[in-house]
């Protein structure tokens, strides 16, 4: 009798286990349901209706993120709970600011060799973002692959698709001149950008994930790193629908000086007064632990900036009270002023943090 072949499973990949984890996701999608979608898994595609989801001339705004490095601190603090919010948040706020509205979702996670409670625990977090933007998660990818993860590693991608009227797409560039208002919606921390620079600041000092945060007093430090993103869809729909917003801007990796001037038109300069917004105790932590310049912070972090919306003077104030009536803490942080050229962010009054 010639002895039993090898098996997919003795070459390190599970099938059993990956359809346990379908099975067990496959509720939390059901939860993300919408017009439009159905949100059920296990076909080779996912399926969205545009006409169902009431749309009459849309344009379709595609984005797809990570997480980065913050992945690494979810890994050893084995705290997966809060990362999925991280990735849902990276893909739909970029959305949103086109003037979209996020309509489906779709993830990739990719390991040595499949834990399907911690797995479970990241993508049903996923699910949870995407039923707090209204978005429908349609479908993803769980790739095992033995070898090429070390032991309890895995990555994270997520792809996301919204919708917008051709009309209402932002920004609005022959609509943005000088004397608008920029107003900033806060952060809720670091969000899921300069995680390499914060874990050299953590490795220079010899500080572990299990180290009391010297920022928030009774907190782990990789708990007190680990606040995840801040979704700003429904405040942001919101505020679209109850004022004319000429653009909005995620603040990510590069801070406000990089990512403001990506909306702005050219001969229009953004200036920010620092001092106009409370910054979390985070960033003046990292500012003084790793001796980083102020003007470093702000092309490097959010520094308690996640959003900014672009509007005229006469619109300031609606646009504050539909965001903070929607939950966002909002302050009028700068103007727009005539500037020569390409479009660029300078600063003026206080200090960051003072």
């Not at 429908?136 to 090429?148: K, Q, S």
Request: hydrophobic content about 45%; charged content about 20%; proline content about 5%.
């Amino acid at each position: 009798m010639s002895e039993p072949g090898l098996t997919y499973r003795q070459a390190g990949v599970d099938i059993d286990a990956a359809d346990d984890l379908v099975e067990r996701i496959s509720a939390a999608a059901r939860q993300t349901r919408r017009p439009g979608a159905a949100a059920n898994l296990g076909g080779f595609g996912g399926l969205f209706d545009l006409r169902a989801a009431g749309f009459r001339d849309p344009v379709l705004v595609a984005s797809t993120d990570g997480v980065g490095t913050k992945l690494r601190l979810a890994i050893e603090t084995r705290e997966f709970s809060t990362i999925g919010q991280d990735l849902v948040a990276m893909c739909v706020n970029d959305i949103v600011v086109q003037g979209a509205e996020p309509l489906f979702f779709l993830d990739y996670y990719a390991t040595g060799k499949l834990a399907t409670d911690a797995a479970a625990v990241v993508i049903e977090g996923i699910a949870r973002a995407c039923s707090d933007c209204g978005c429908a998660l349609i479908g993803g990818e769980t790739a095992e692959m033995p070898g090429f993860y070390g032991e309890g590693d895995f990555d994270l991608a997520g792809f996301a698709v919204g919708a917008v009227e051709r009309e209402q797409v932002l920004p609005k560039t022959t609509a943005i001149h000088a004397d608008d208002v920029l107003i900033g919606i806060s952060s809720s921390g670091l969000h899921s950008n300069g995680f390499s620079l914060v874990r050299k600041i953590m490795a220079d000092a010899v500080l572990s994930c299990d180290a009391p945060a010297p920022f928030a007093p009774g907190v782990p430090l990789g708990a007190a790193l680990l606040v995840p993103t801040r979704l700003y869809v429904r405040s942001a729909l919101a505020a679209l629908r109850a004022c004319d917003i000429k653009g909005l801007a995620h603040i990510t990796g590069g801070g406000l000086t990089e990512n403001l001037p990506r909306i702005l038109p050219p001969n229009i300069d953004a200036t920010i007064r620092p001092g106009s917004w409370p910054v979390p105790p985070v960033f003046a932590w990292l500012a003084q632990r790793g001796n980083i310049a102020e003007s470093e912070m702000l092309r490097t972090f959010n520094c308690g900036i996640g959003l900014v919306a672009v509007v005229a003077r006469e619109d300031r104030q609606r646009c504050m009270d539909s965001f903070a009536s929607t939950g966002e803490t909002v302050h009028e942080i700068g103007t727009l002023v005539a500037g020569n050229g390409e479009p660029r962010v300078t600063y003026s009054g206080a200090s960051l943090f003072e």
